[in-house]
Nanobody
Framework: QVQLVESGGGLVQAGKSLRLSCSTS????????MGWWRQVPGRERELVAG???????IYGDFVKGRFTISRDSAKRTFFLQMSSLEPEDTAVYYC?????????WGQGTQVTVFS
């Protein structure tokens, strides 16, 4: 069973930046087609950003150029660089394969943005 581990969340002031990481110990997983989702209590999980196998990248409408996804294949780590954070970005952030979420969801990493 592939295990994905998200990290890098925290408590930050609005306008600041965070970089989230998604890592796996699964050696066969290239992290070539991955995405980030987020969820707040009482709401459905929503796509933040995703990159498919052809390299096409999609961002949620709310991103508005503030976030960037990237990958370090050597370290088997997938990143979400978030800048100009807003209180509305407060959520638990998860990674998974994209576009189909093939793996068991991890525990996520909590991002809390205060004004």
């Amino acid at each position: 069973q592939v295990q994905l581990v998200e990290s890098g969340g925290g408590l930050v002031q609005a306008g600041k930046s965070l970089r989230l990481s998604c890592s796996t110990s699964e050696r066969t997983l290239t992290l070539n087609a991955m995405g980030w989702w987020r969820q707040v209590p009482g709401r459905e999980r929503e796509l933040v950003a995703g990159k498919d196998r052809e390299g096409k990248i999609i961002y949620g409408d709310f991103v508005k150029g503030r976030f960037t996804i990237s990958r370090d294949s050597a370290k088997r780590t997938f990143f979400l660089q978030m800048s100009s954070l807003e209180p509305e970005d407060t959520a638990v952030y998860y990674c998974n394969s994209y576009p189909s979420q093939l793996y068991t969801w991890g525990q996520g990493t909590q991002v809390t943005v205060f004004s």
